[in-house]
């Protein structure tokens, strides 16, 4: 039986967790001596991970942007200091990757990812200026769009026997959804009587599992 006095004493409060900013995490790791010895791949990670959690980014975006320094960036550069990081490191970097067969846009797209983590890190107050300031990133490379012309559509259809897979093809075909689009689409998302479809979700992949996501790719792709 327990003592009716320890109802009658306070119980202790428990102090509520604190929910910091992004640049508020990066600082604190400043003010503690590791921001500065932070690799490029620590600091990017960092905010990544931050604006993860904070609803920042999509899953898919996280996804990608991880993927992007992985295999891209972080090989060569993750055990470079921050306070180390120079232009002609990135200049240097680019020029490798694009040495190594890398097509313009995909080198674009993972020194873009670097930049985001740098210019917030500016942003922040952790770096007086961005090492990647005047590093010009590769320019996209024009590439023309072939599309399947009326007969070779028809013949493609006509050698799909799975029904469902029809249906996605034909639809794919005849209105140039994304594939996460198609296969985010629901019976309530079709207006036969309007002969229209709505997109409003997409189906990605986070890992190796598929995710229904609320978003579309942007804001002119929810239509």
């Given amino acids: 039986m327990s003592d009716s006095s320890d109802s009658s004493k306070?119980?202790?409060k428990t102090a509520a967790v604190p929910h910091y900013t992004v640049g508020e995490e990066i600082m604190n790791s400043v003010t503690h001596g590791v921001g500065c010895l932070l690799g490029i791949a620590g600091l990017v990670l960092l905010i990544v991970f931050?604006?993860?959690r904070g609803g920042g980014l999509a899953a898919d975006t996280y996804e990608s942007y991880v993927y992007q320094l992985r295999r891209y960036v972080l090989p060569t550069m993750a055990k470079i200091k921050?306070?180390?990081l120079q232009p002609h490191m990135f200049r240097k970097l680019i020029a490798d990757l694009l040495d190594r067969g890398y097509s313009n846009r995909s080198v674009q797209y993972a020194l873009a990812v670097v930049r985001i983590g740098l210019n917030q890190a500016v942003n922040d107050g952790v770096l007086p200026v961005s090492p990647m300031r005047g590093v010009k990133l590769p320019q996209k490379q024009k590439t023309q769009v072939s599309a399947l012309s009326k007969d070779e559509a028809q013949r493609l259809l006509g050698v799909i026997s799975n029904p469902c897979h029809y249906n996605l093809?034909?639809?794919a075909l005849h209105t140039g959804?994304?594939?996460s689009e198609l296969l985010g689409l629901r019976i309530r998302d079709i207006n036969t009587k309007a002969s229209t479809i709505s997109v409003n979700q997409t189906v990605i992949l986070v890992g190796r599992n598929p995710v229904i996501s609320p978003t579309t790719k942007n804001a002119a792709s929810r239509r």
């Fill in 10 to 12: 306070p119980r202790p």
């Fill in 50 to 52: 931050a604006a993860l």
């Fill in 82 to 84: 921050l306070v180390n």
């Fill in 169 to 171: 093809y034909y639809v």
């Fill in 177 to 179: 959804l994304r594939r």
